[in-house]
């Protein structure tokens, strides 16, 4: 069975600062996906950044990247230079296989991140 | 539209009502699911269309919930004698098959609130 592990509950970080979302993952495949989406007070989720398993480089979207930890399991999100609009919840997630198809993702509970003046 | 489209935003049902939650997907895209997500949770999956075949239906709590897709576009999640553990937020994304098919495209949902 998947599971994915948001430890950190709320973040509060300052304009212009980086911050790191946490993010591990429990999978016995050995062909997976991880995604990052963004969830403003909207309520829509967007899209952030993708990693497969067999991908050797690191994921970078902008101002966002990946640090993808295989071995220890770990996709942390790397948000560079944060802005006020960055404010939002994130949720990290895994999808069993690399194409898509019907394969579902499995969602970690979230991380509030606060962006201050 | 250019993104997934949903309706109601925002629906309120008494204990024991139906309701429908209607799902309008990007344009081309095969692939469609619906996801739960309770307050303060992330997403939970219910189903999963390919076209107008559901071929995953796992995570449908009870048998009063029930999808459709008949033509392999609009989808409708229906929820049968409505019970207050109902309440929560459904999402509904989609996405295309060929592509190297890594990301889902995501609706801002429709928040049901049994009361």
């Known amino acids: 069975a998947q599971k994915i592990t948001q430890t950190q509950p709320g973040m509060f970080v300052q304009e212009k600062e980086a911050v790191t979302l946490d993010c591990t993952y429990d999978t016995s495949d050995q062909s997976y996906g991880l995604f990052w989406y963004k969830q403003p007070s909207s309520g829509e989720m967007i899209f952030l950044i993708y990693?497969?398993?067999?991908?050797?480089q690191n994921a970078t979207e902008g101002r966002y990247s990946l640090n993808f930890q295989k071995a220890r399991k770990s996709a942390n999100l790397v948000i560079s230079a944060s802005q006020l609009g960055d404010s939002a919840m994130y949720f990290c997630a895994m999808r069993e296989g690399l194409t898509g198809g019907g394969n579902k993702l499995t969602f970690g509970t979230g991380t509030q991140l606060k962006v201050e003046l | 539209g250019a993104g997934v489209s949903q309706s109601p935003r925002y629906k309120v049902a008494k204990r024991g009502q139906d309701v429908a939650l209607r799902c309008d997907p990007i344009s081309g895209h095969v692939s469609l699911f619906w996801y739960q997500q309770a307050l303060g949770q992330g997403p939970e999956f219910l189903t999963y269309?390919?076209?107008?075949?559901?071929?995953?239906k796992s995570g449908l709590p009870s048998d009063r919930f029930f999808a459709e897709r008949p033509e392999g576009s609009v989808s409708t999640l229906k929820i049968q004698r409505t019970q207050q553990e109902d309440s929560a937020v459904y999402l509904c994304?989609?996405?295309?098959?060929?592509?190297?098919?890594?990301?889902?495209?995501f609706g801002s949902g429709t928040q049901l609130s049994v009361l």
């Open positions: 994304a989609s996405s295309l098959k060929r592509e190297p098919d890594r990301v889902l495209f």
């Open positions: 990693q497969g398993s067999y991908d050797e």
């Open positions: 269309f390919q076209n107008e075949a559901q071929l995953d």
